[in-house]
T-cell receptor, first 116, second 116 residues
């Protein structure tokens, strides 16, 4: 089955630093999603990417859908303490075919710690 | 997005018993999903629950262990049956709002289950 490799597993950074994390896949996805999960909460959608090569920003967050459709990265600029949490990438095969193609495949997550 | 609630938010149960988790959405959605997140792990899809049809289970998950109901377009339940300590996890429901709203999945806050 499809697998996502997400790296790094964890990051310890100082407040104000920029952060970058990425996901690679053994197969193609048509949608890439980035979520953040705080302790005791469900994942919250940060950015959705629908087109190969697409670069999308959401405040201090920027994500790109790789041109090969097999990878994506998320950048966080000027980190702040509330950026702490686990970041997950997720790939979706297609949004159009229905059935099991709606299934999300998740990376293992990147634990981000920000030191004030 | 959608407002998704889950009940209970957490529970501690004895082995051999069953727990039913409820998921309520504030709008009508066709596709709902149930995920399991084992401690320190990523999210794994248990099943897809579409209103008006039987739930579709992923490899490794069976209806006898995780029966699902989907009586209408705003509600679903997942039952964890004959529980063992290995079932201790966070159980999350998610919804797909459809192609007009980006066809991405939004998650509930999760139900944290501990089995003794």
């Amino acid at each position: 089955g499809q697998q996502l490799n997400q790296s790094p597993q964890s990051m310890f950074i100082q407040e104000g630093e920029d952060v970058s994390m990425n996901c690679t896949s053994s197969s193609i996805f048509n949608t890439w999603l980035w979520y953040k999960q705080d302790p005791g909460e469900g994942p919250v959608l940060l950015i959705a990417l629908y087109k190969a090569g697409e670069l999308t920003s959401n405040g201090r967050l920027t994500a790109q859908f790789g041109i090969t459709r097999k990878d994506s990265f998320l950048n966080i600029s000027a980190s702040i303490p509330s950026d702490v949490g686990i970041y997950f990438c997720a790939g979706q095969l297609t949004a159009l075919s229905g059935g099991s193609n709606y299934k999300l495949t998740f990376g293992k997550g990147t634990l981000l710690t920000v030191n004030p | 997005s959608a407002v998704i609630s889950q009940k209970p938010s957490r529970d501690i149960c004895q082995r051999g018993t069953s727990l039913t988790i409820q998921c309520q959405v504030d709008s009508q959605v066709t596709m709902m999903f149930w995920y399991r997140q084992q401690p320190g792990q990523s999210l794994t899809l248990i099943a897809t629950a579409n209103q008006g049809s039987e739930a579709t289970y992923e490899s490794g998950f069976v209806i006898d262990k995780f029966p699902i109901s989907r009586p209408n377009l705003t509600f679903s339940t997942l039952t964890v049956s004959n529980m063992s300590p290995e079932d201790s996890s966070i159980y999350l429901c998610s919804v797909d709002l459809g192609i007009d709203l980006g066809d991405t999945q939004y998650f509930g806050p999760g139900t944290r289950l501990t089995v003794l």
